[in-house]
């Protein structure tokens, strides 16, 4: 799991297209759903990741009170070669 802070101001993450979950449109790491923001990277296959779960979901409701969207991307779904 890796995590990242965004902002809307330029030096920002890189402007990546990700696809969504439902697969109808593309999300772009660039675009930051507010001033401040906290992006976490997933993978399916990582143990630690899933370990983590309940924890995110705990501080993306905490930040969420507190103004500050957690996005979630999740990588991919094997271990690389």
């Not at 675009?31 to 995110?56: E, F, G, Q, V």
């Not at 905490?62 to 979630?72: A, E, S």
């Amino acid at each position: 799991m890796a995590l990242s802070g965004c902002s809307a101001s330029p030096g920002g993450l890189p402007d990546v297209a990700l696809p969504s979950l439902a697969g109808d449109k593309s999300q772009s790491l660039a675009a930051c759903p507010a001033p401040k923001c906290l992006t976490a990277y997933l993978a399916p296959w990582c143990p630690h990741c899933r370990d983590a779960t309940s924890d995110i979901l705990a501080l993306k409701e905490y930040l969420g009170r507190n103004g500050v969207p957690l996005r979630v991307v999740i990588g991919q779904d094997k271990r690389p070669a």
